[in-house]
């Protein structure tokens, strides 16, 4: 098995004791000859390596047992009082324009690798707003979500962002972790009226959400006053993206900003496996008792 380890090493010494003992430990005895001596000698010298051998692998077998075989992993506990973020991703019509939906999501993945120990949320808008994934550890199962969405599942012709706001600010009800933050990006300006802004800035605010807005394109695509307010009215920032390297500073930025003081809780795990080497000592030991009593008596 790899990466076996042992607890307690210095037992291993134990079938070297063994040896030294038996070449000087020997017992001195009177000796008495008679006619075909040699002939038993050379018997018993048989039967002798025999039982020698199976008691020097019942040593080594029970050495190796009490030198603990175990086998280590390190075990990481997510901790869940980091961040909880929610991620806003605009999907209209209007992301399809130079690919930029596809390198938000590029982007947006790469930040979820960098944030381990953080639930995430992540809602999608266009013409109405949804959340596509709650918050959650499962960074995974967003991610594979994320390459497999486009532009279109919430429609193409409007830009429902106040909504988007609202519902993803609303993810953080109940919740009770000391940091809280969303990203909004968008290449756009609300045109649904369906959510009114000052009521998705309230609630944003009633759940101490820090929100960043990150616009993305020209500034006469969105409305960078509106952006910097709802980035301004909760603690947040307000970011403009003109350019793909510029996306990616400002995710790099926020991860920055946002960096999570608590560090995930590690231990080490062990797996033990003495019991092989004890049973198979054990076994050794009824071989040898086999051998050398119910031999005796068959002779």
């Known amino acids: 098995m ?26 001195k005895s009177i000796a008495i000859y008679f006619p075909g001596f040699k002939l038993l000698e ?22 190796i047992a009490l030198a603990s075989p175990i086998k280590k992993s390190d075990v990481e506990i997510k901790n869940d ?20 939906f596809n390198i938000a999501k590029d982007i947006i993945i790469d930040f979820l690798h960098k944030r381990k120990h953080d639930k995430i949320g992540l809602t999608i808008f266009a013409d109405f707003a949804y959340v596509a994934v709650p918050l959650t550890y499962d960074k995974n199962s967003m991610i594979r979500l994320l390459k497999r969405i486009d532009v279109g599942v919430a429609g193409v ?7 988007a706001l609202f519902l993803s600010s609303n993810l953080f009800k109940g919740s009770k972790a000391k940091n809280k933050i ?16 000052d009521v998705a800035i ?11 807005t990150v616009g993305l394109g020209s500034v006469g ?12 009215s909760t603690g947040g920032k307000f970011f403009n993206a003109n350019s793909v390297e510029a996306l990616k500073r400002i995710y790099a930025t926020i991860d920055k900003l946002e960096k999570s003081k608590i560090k995930a809780t590690k231990y080490v795990k062990k797996s033990y496996y003495f019991e092989y080497p004890l049973a198979f000592g054990l076994l050794l030991l009824l071989a040898l008792y086999f051998y050398k009593y119910l031999g005796v008596k068959n002779d």
């Open 157 to 163: 012709q409007r830009t429902s962002l106040y909504e």
């Open 182 to 197: 969303a990203i909004l990006l968008t290449d756009g300006m609300d045109n649904t009226n369906s959510i009114p802004l």
């Open 202 to 212: 309230k609630t944003a605010k009633k759940y101490g959400i820090k929100v960043y």
């Open 42 to 63: 050379s018997v018993a010298k048989k039967s002798n390596i025999v039982q020698n051998t199976l008691w020097f692998l019942v040593v080594v077998a029970l050495s």
């Open 221 to 232: 695509d969105y409305n960078p006053q509106v952006l910097e307010h709802i980035a301004k």
């Open 2 to 27: 790899e990466n076996i380890v042992f607890e307690y090493p210095y037992f291993l010494a134990i079938p070297l004791l063994f040896l030294i003992c038996a070449k000087f430990c020997k017992k």
């Open 81 to 100: 009082k980091g961040y909880e973020i929610a991620l806003l991703l605009d999907a209209s019509g209007s992301m399809r324009e130079y690919n930029k």
